[in-house]
């Protein structure tokens, strides 16, 4: 594996567990990775709450039992809904990316090109440089959209009704700019080896996107009403979180930057960071992300314009790793391959590293902040239960 070593024991940041592995920032291990979960003794008038699994304000179906004593959350634990078992082993990579691009439609372009990369890492497949600067474009649109949609969330449970719609009416236009350039709103069908079926002549609207968007932002970040329910609500500063969620924290964890498997280096770009570690800061480090992530695409309308495709021999068998920075943080996959088709692949999703954030830090609030904090995560229940074979 180009992009990962195997060590006995890891060095540097965790990211997490995928199949029977332990990842690290640069390194893989064989060790069980597991984690000590915490207890919360309820204490005298205590009950189980149940929340879920079909109920107002929950988008996707999750069970929460919440133990409490009528408005505090003492304790919380979660089940998701959604088990799926995906076969993918025995397919080829086309036939498996077809499964892999379905797992989560918000976040197919991060789901496949993630698998992709793991899939050239282990075919020792030279990458087109082209063709890496427009997975970037894809990440970066899908980064937008799920920003746009996890803030939308944060309005409506807010009742504010004019910037919930407003913010909804940007992810139409987001959709149907992503629609026009590569043929589907959530990119089905259009990452292959080496290859995207996009043609990037209209990049440059996002800015229009950006600009209504910011006039939106603008007013949120001076409305009391809405930000009184994010401030100190779901405070969590832990080591081992990713995403918005660990750069609201003050951590600089950034797959873009850490992790070089695609050429974000060459691009001027800044880590958004935030430091009060509540629901607020996420809601920040989104809106700033949204800006970020809009002038990478300014900058990278000049790079992509042609539409060269590179063609590489590859190898036959292999085996590796490669992970991206997703809307919602680290996603990663591991792949070996034999004889050109899929023997084993493991899949680390960013929203079950965020659940058990969100779990931590819903403990010792009250259940009417619960939504906010739950929203500002940006957890898709539709990864948890996700199991590749």
Known sequence: MKYYKWSDKGNGRKIGKIGNYCLYEK???????????????????AFKFVFGPSAGGLLETIKFNIITNGEDIINISYEPFKTRIIEVSGL?????????????????????????????????????????????????????RNHLFVISRLTETASLNVPTYHLLSLIEKTNRLIGKMCGHRYFFGVNKIN????NFDSLLKII????????????????????????????VK???????????????????????????KDLDFTVIKENDADAFARFLVRGYEILE??????????????????????????????RVESPSGDLAYYVKINNEKINTIYLLSPSLINIKL???SVKKTIFTDFPFNWESFGIWVSELGVILK
């Open 238 to 264: 832990d080591e081992t979180s990713i995403g918005p969620a660990a750069r609201a924290s003050g951590f600089e964890y950034d797959a873009r930057k850490d992790f070089e498997i695609l050429p974000y």
């Open 195 to 198: 290859q995207i079926e996009c």
């Open 27 to 45: 390194e893989i291990t064989e060790e069980k990775c597991e984690e000590i979960s915490e207890t919360t003794r309820p204490g005298y008038g």
């Open 92 to 144: 080829n990579i086309e036939d498996a990316t077809l499964k892999i691009e379905r797992i989560n439609a918000p976040f197919t372009a991060s789901h496949t090109i993630a698998f992709l990369l793991a899939v050239e890492d282990a075919l020792e497949i030279e990458q087109d440089y082209e063709i890496q600067l427009k997975r970037i474009a894809e990440i970066e649109l899908e980064r937008i």
């Open 293 to 322: 992530s809009t002038r990478i695409l300014v900058e990278l309308s000049d790079k992509i314009n042609g539409n060269k495709e590179k063609v590489s021999t590859k190898n036959k068998d292999g085996e590796g790793l490669a």
């Open 358 to 360: 969100f779990v931590k």
């Open 208 to 235: 229009y996107i950006a600009k209504e968007f910011k006039q939106i932002f603008d007013g949120l970040i001076e409305s009391r009403i809405f930000i009184d329910r994010l401030q100190q609500n779901g405070i």
